[in-house]
């Protein structure tokens, strides 16, 4: 724990109120102050006014995340990040951000047909279409022994239309329509992409996990 925080617990510990305003040095910085409370207990209250990076296990991506370590000499992963998303059924709706490609070539704009997988997780797409690697994702998500624990989930593949346009606020829009058979709820709903920026024999190429809601 880092000098700062103890200060800030020992200070408390001793009763006193304790006002933080955010450090450049820390990521983290907390407020805590005490009230008197009738019977001599306190109240308490923390405010965390830190800057969190979201952490999350996904353990329907380690197969992926082999196919890139098998190909490393091959693939070269440039960036990865979670982004939000809205999905209604087989269509997604996310923004890449401005520092997602930070000195790199801008991505292919303009709409396409693309091919993707179905899990019960989500879908996988490639852009631009990049069939070897597809073809070993395909072969890796079906492999029990590829997941941290075993699993068998039934991955199909699918047809899947894509868009990509300039953001008005910075950044670029994705817009996928998967031709699944899974049945749509008929709203949209807020969910999760992860976008992998990759360089694959001199080309730049996009892989994104839409993961669904139900």
Same mark, same amino acid.
């Given at each position: ?34 009230? !008197? /409370?009738?019977?001599?207990? @306190? $109240? ?8 969190? #990076?979201?952490? =999350?296990?996904? *353990? ?23 982004? !939000? /998303?809205?999905?209604?059924? @087989? $269509? ?8 997602? #490609?930070?000195? =790199?070539?801008? *991505? ?107």
């Amino acid at each position: 724990m880092s000098p700062f925080a103890l200060a800030v617990l020992a200070a408390f510990a001793r009763g006193q109120e304790v006002a933080v305003s955010t450090p450049v040095a820390i990521s983290t910085a907390v407020a805590v102050s005490t009230e !008197p /409370a009738p019977g001599g207990a @306190g $109240s308490v209250r923390i405010l965390s006014i830190g800057d969190f #990076q979201l952490a =999350a296990s996904m *353990p329907h991506l380690a197969p992926f995340e082999r196919v890139l370590a098998d190909r490393r000499g091959s693939v070269e992963l440039l960036d990865v990040e979670n982004v !939000p /998303a809205y999905v209604n059924g @087989g $269509s997604f709706k996310y923004r890449l951000p401005e520092a997602m #490609q930070d000195g =790199a070539d801008p *991505p292919s704009t303009g709409t396409a047909k693309v091919a993707a997988l179905e899990s019960e997780y989500g879908y996988f797409l490639l852009w631009p279409a990049e069939p070897a690697l597809l073809d070993a994702a395909l072969d890796s998500f079906r492999r029990p022994d590829r997941y941290r624990r075993p699993m068998s989930p039934r991955v199909s593949e699918r047809k899947a239309g894509l868009l990509v346009a300039p953001a008005a606020e910075g950044g670029w829009v994705h817009a996928a329509t998967i031709e699944t058979p899974r049945q749509t709820a008929g709203q949209w709903r807020k969910t999760l992409a992860t976008a992998y920026r990759l360089r694959v024999g001199g080309r730049r190429v996009e892989d994104f996990f839409l993961k669904t809601t139900l």
